[in-house]
């Protein structure tokens, strides 16, 4: 019986560290929305933040629906907060891997590390990208929640193991007649495409750059560590429309750069890039 006990009692101890360890809660939202109906285009951000304590961001899958008699042809912008090397983590390029007519599947994979700490300031993952169709029509982005499919899921790191986190707040946007507050977006930032892959690469990957120019012109490949100290240059012609160029990156030591297009006195946002050793 003494055996018996103490087995309950053990039990008992493991049961309620179980239950001590919950699952984190977040929220997730678009903002930032901004038309350029002359040009026909609008962008929004998608942002995320813990519901109550902090949370160790891992995989994230944001899905969501568009109208698309309003909206059509979804692309990543720009990767913003969570992208790269962020403190000690390390994230892999951002996707639409996944994405089905009018289905956006934006996906961050974390590729080493212990995840973004993520607290209850809202933070900003990405920016997308909408060619607009109809602009007297309602935009109707709205999340896919975990009761729908497929799901949004965002990972969590708990005890060194990854968890599902659980959503509780779903901020959708479904402006109508979005024209009315005509913005003038960037230009520069409005390439449509900027990547750069495989992305961490080791020394045997063959790396390149996708970048989608606007016109016919010169331009030089620049790659720097994360102080600014420029490590690579190349220089490179790009022609309208869609680009791959490759990044002789067996030049460079082990460890996180920047890669960024520059045009005359144009500049691309900077894309991190993680070069691994063999």
């Known amino acids: 019986m003494k055996v018996l006990n103490t087995l309950l009692v053990a039990l008992a101890v493991v049961f309620s560290a179980n239950i001590a360890v919950a699952q984190g809660e977040y929220q997730v939202r678009f903002n930032n929305k901004q038309a350029d109906c002359d040009r026909g285009v609008v962008t929004v951000d998608l942002e995320i933040k813990a519901s109550t304590s902090a949370i160790n961001l891992t995989e994230q899958n944001y899905r969501f629906t568009f109208n698309n008699d309003a909206l059509a042809n979804p692309r990543i912008l720009q990767e913003l907060a969570i992208s790269g090397m ?32 993520l607290n209850n300031d809202w933070v900003t993952v990405g920016r997308v990208a909408f060619d607009i169709m109809d602009d007297t029509r309602c935009m109707g982005l709205t999340w896919n929640n975990e009761n729908t499919f497929p799901p949004t899921f965002i990972g969590e790191m708990v005890s060194n193991s990854r968890k599902k986190s659980n959503g509780t707040v779903f901020g959708n946007l479904n402006d109508c ?17 900027f990547e750069v892959f495989p992305n961490p690469a080791t020394a045997d990957d063959v790396v390149s750059v996708r970048y989608q ?36 990156h067996q030049k460079l030591q082990t460890g996180a750069y920047l890669v960024q297009i520059r045009m005359n006195d144009d500049v691309t946002v900077a894309k991190k890039f993680v070069k691994f050793g063999r």
Not at 87 to 99: C, D, N, R, V
Not at 177 to 193: A, R
């Open 177 to 193: 007649e979005f024209c009315d507050n005509n913005t003038t977006i960037d230009p520069i930032s409005d390439k449509g495409v």
């Open 86 to 117: 962020t403190g000690s983590s390390i994230y892999a390029a951002h996707t639409l891997k996944g994405s089905v007519s009018n289905i956006v599947s934006y996906n961050v994979e974390l590729a080493g590390g212990d995840g973004f700490e």
């Open 213 to 248: 120019s606007v016109l016919n012109q010169s331009a030089t490949l620049v790659v720097m560590d994360v102080n600014g100290k420029v490590s690579l240059t190349a220089q490179v012609a790009l022609a309208e429309g869609m680009n791959t160029l490759t990044l002789d």
